[in-house]
């Protein structure tokens, strides 16, 4: 295995992920806890051969929502814009916000897979990212004193995606719904690292709502002030989309979001979360890995 370091993240070559040793996966995951965003080049994978490379890593999720879920494998979380056989498939213009995978639940996705299947002309569309551990070291001290021992009320009920069997139902009711499914999840504002117990920030415009127990003004004065630091164009690092490009990245470490499908051009990207089997951060329950 080779790695090319980037400014966040590293390019990897010479694995050939069909046939992945053990080796090469210890390997892999000590490079991703290491630089935080793997890109692998030329994968040439089928959706067998996907899940079950994902496999080989911990336990793949089936994300909680069926709608995103691949007709043949639920492990695949399928983003997609373009009909299939006629039929739609999975759910278009997801994650256009900045976020961490499951942020919400008690238990975040450790490691995130995007494999791009259906990639618009132009090269602009990709995923972008924040480095979210240096992002803690920068932070200015006024805005790390007011952080520090919070905890943030995570919550992703207003990016649910309206699906055709809501329709006539109130706005109000299809949001108790979710809840019922995902009430949301206080986390710490800061996370230590279980391997290599680095410390990030663990916030996001996309989810992060309120500071626990800080009042309302206050709490949204200073996520607001977060946000506005961690969001600087110059901390944007952008994973851009080709065919046979492969993205692995820790979510203990990053935030993400879509560069969002350009002007209704065509766009498919296969997601598969894994539970590396460590907790999310020390402390933490491990369930991830009793999924189905
Ligand atoms: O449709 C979406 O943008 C999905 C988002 C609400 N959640 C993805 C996740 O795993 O956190
Ligand atoms: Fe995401």
Do not use: C
């Not at 607001?224 to 110059?234: G, I, K």
């Amino acid at each position: 295995m080779k790695l090319t370091v980037r400014p966040l993240g590293a390019d990897v070559s010479g694995i050939d992920l069909r046939r992945i040793t053990a080796d090469q996966v210890a390997a892999v995951k000590a490079a991703v806890y290491e630089h935080k965003l793997l890109v692998f080049h030329g994968t040439d994978l089928n959706d067998a051969d996907y899940v079950a490379m994902a496999r080989k890593f911990g336990t793949p999720q089936r994300y909680f929502q069926r709608h995103y879920w691949h007709p043949e494998f639920p492990e695949i979380f399928v983003s997609n814009n373009v009909p299939e056989g006629g039929k739609k498939l999975g759910v278009a213009g997801t994650g256009r916000m900045w976020h961490s995978d499951y942020q919400f639940f008690p238990e975040p996705l450790p490691l995130t897979f995007v494999m791009p299947k259906i990639v618009p002309p132009g090269g602009a569309r990709g995923t972008l990212f924040l480095d979210m551990v240096a992002a803690a070291r920068d932070l200015p001290p006024a805005l790390r004193e007011a952080l520090l021992g919070t905890r943030l009320f995570q919550d992703a009920v207003y990016f649910y995606k309206v699906q055709p069997p809501d329709v006539d139902r109130g706005i109000g009711e299809l949001m108790e719904q979710f809840h019922r499914e995902a009430p949301g999840a206080l986390h710490p504002a800061f996370v230590t690292h279980p391997v290599n117990g680095r410390t990030a920030v663990y916030a996001s415009s996309g989810f992060s709502q309120r500071v626990d127990g800080m009042p309302h003004e206050r709490s949204q004065a200073l996520l607001r002030e977060l946000f506005a630091f961690l969001e600087q164009p110059a901390r944007v690092h952008t994973a851009t989309w080709a065919p046979g490009v492969l993205l692995l990245w820790d979510n203990r470490q990053v935030m993400h979001r879509s560069s969002g499908d350009l002007h209704g051009q065509p766009s498919r990207s296969y997601r598969i979360g894994v539970y590396d089997g460590l907790p999310f951060y020390p402390g933490l329950p491990i369930t991830g890995d009793d999924q189905p």
